[in-house]
């Protein structure tokens, strides 16, 4: 009789230890800070180490600035005026970051982009662009205490870029007094890096600041061989509702991200501002949206003004 008593009551007692032993387990989320559960925004580096699979979809529209054109003559003539050409774009980026130890992920992305030039001339001015590109990079963080940590990543972007520009082969072909298609076409391997410092801070649980400082490099893999240098500075604040209103599981995020060139013939200047709204009431997903106002050149050196809206998926584990 004692043995059984002695059983029923070891029995008892175990349900709570592994319950009291999985609440010490550290998170696997490891994006949280004084509380705060961070967000994500494409325009803004994090500094965490996780193991994570993210999925963003953007479709957008935009305005490029060129020249005006005469469409009744052959090649159309190009005036003296100015004007908007409208167009649209397509991205899509598929990720993977892997937690390789406490401080130190490995992360890899598959980037997909098209640009179709809209409306009368646009496809003529503006042309055609597509580009698929492959992101390998890796990060080493640093926590200073419970709410501040730091990060430093390198990666490097790899990928081919065509553009169809129709009305400068056509101009360039009549001007050489022969026509190809070849001339149409501006095809190029393009190879970016990039040195990112990242900083998270935490100071209340509905409350987050991220700030970035990056240094960039491309180089283009055509005739000419261009190599271009620039900086980067970016930041976002975050605002979760749900740790003030418990039924309330959404957070939103302003982000704001600014490249400049270094030297002459540098990487052209931009700025893109972003608003979000994301959903916070499980801490191994983010799900949300993302509104992209971006101001800048194409890499045809043509003015830009576009806005784009992002659907962001994010699982951690």
Request: hydrophobic share 45%; charged share 15%.
């Amino acid at each position: 009789m004692r043995r059984c008593l002695l059983a029923l009551a070891l029995l008892s007692t175990a349900p709570p230890a592994a319950a009291a032993s999985a609440e010490d387990a550290p998170s696997p989320v490891r994006r949280e800070l004084g509380g705060h559960r961070f967000m994500i925004s494409h325009l803004v580096e994090d500094p965490f180490s996780v193991t994570s699979f993210g999925v963003h979809l953007a479709i957008g529209a935009g305005e490029a600035l060129g020249p005006a054109l005469d469409l009744t003559t052959f090649p159309p003539t190009v005036l003296r005026d100015a004007r908007w050409y409208g167009y649209v774009t397509v991205v899509n980026q598929f990720d993977l970051t892997a937690r390789i130890v406490e401080n130190l992920s490995l992360h890899a992305a598959l980037l997909t982009g098209v640009r179709q030039g809209g409306g009368e001339g646009a496809a003529l001015v503006v042309g055609s662009a597509v580009q698929m590109s492959g992101l390998l990079g890796v990060k080493g963080s640093l926590a200073l205490g419970d709410s501040l940590r730091l990060s430093l990543t390198g990666q490097g972007i790899y990928g081919p870029h065509m553009n169809l520009l129709i009305l400068q082969g056509l101009l360039d072909a009549y001007q050489a007094g022969s026509f190809a298609a070849a001339d149409l076409f501006q095809d190029r391997n393009a190879t970016s890096l990039a040195a990112t410092a990242a900083a998270a801070w935490g100071p209340a649980p509905w409350l987050g600041v991220e700030a970035n400082a990056g240094y960039l490099y491309t180089k283009s893999e055509d005739i000419s061989g261009s190599t271009k240098t620039g900086l980067a500075g970016a930041g976002s604040v975050e605002l979760d509702a749900l740790p003030l209103v418990s039924w309330l599981p959404f957070g939103t995020a302003v982000s704001y991200r600014r490249t400049g060139s270094l030297g002459e013939g540098g990487l052209a200047s931009s700025e893109e501002w972003s608003w979000a709204v994301h959903y916070t009431g499980r801490p191994d997903l983010v799900l949300g949206v993302e509104a992209d106002r971006i101001q800048g050149r194409l890499e045809t050196s043509q003015s830009t003004r576009q806005t784009i809206g992002w659907l962001n998926f994010r699982y951690y584990w």
